[in-house]
């Protein structure tokens, strides 16, 4: 059976865009160079970023353009994690479809991502 072992993400910067979700998410950095970094998170996790000349991240929300992907993490306190992510750069989104259940920012390239309680990540069968 096939194994997802990591989600990377296109940037104009890898190191700067790694500093911020390590910073918000903690883990270590591997193969690090100037064109792409890994940032394993918890042993398990990984996220890489890679450089990409003049990337853009699809608009939030653009029903014309195609979202890409978004990141989803579980966070015990959403005011907290909210205050957290904005001091390092994020910034929230104007278009905000969750109500009291999650909220969307951008990280600081234009990314869309989500900070959500725990209950709301359990998937029902």
């Avoid at 869309?112 to 725990?118: D, E, I, N, R, V």
């Amino acid at each position: 059976m096939p194994q997802l072992f990591a989600v990377t993400i296109d940037c104009p910067v890898p190191a700067e865009l790694a500093r911020f979700y390590q910073a918000f998410l903690g883990g270590t950095t591997h193969a690090s160079n100037d064109d792409f970094v890994a940032l394993v998170i918890g042993g398990e996790v990984r996220l890489d970023f890679q450089r990409v000349a003049n990337p853009e991240p699809a608009p939030w929300p653009d029903p014309a353009a195609a979202l890409r992907l978004h990141l989803d993490f579980a966070v015990d306190d959403v005011p907290e994690a909210e205050r957290q992510v904005l001091a390092l750069g994020a910034t929230l989104a104007d278009f905000q479809p969750g109500g009291e259940r999650f909220r969307v920012f951008l990280d600081p390239v234009g990314h869309p991502f989500c900070l959500a309680p725990p209950t709301a990540v359990v998937l029902s069968s």
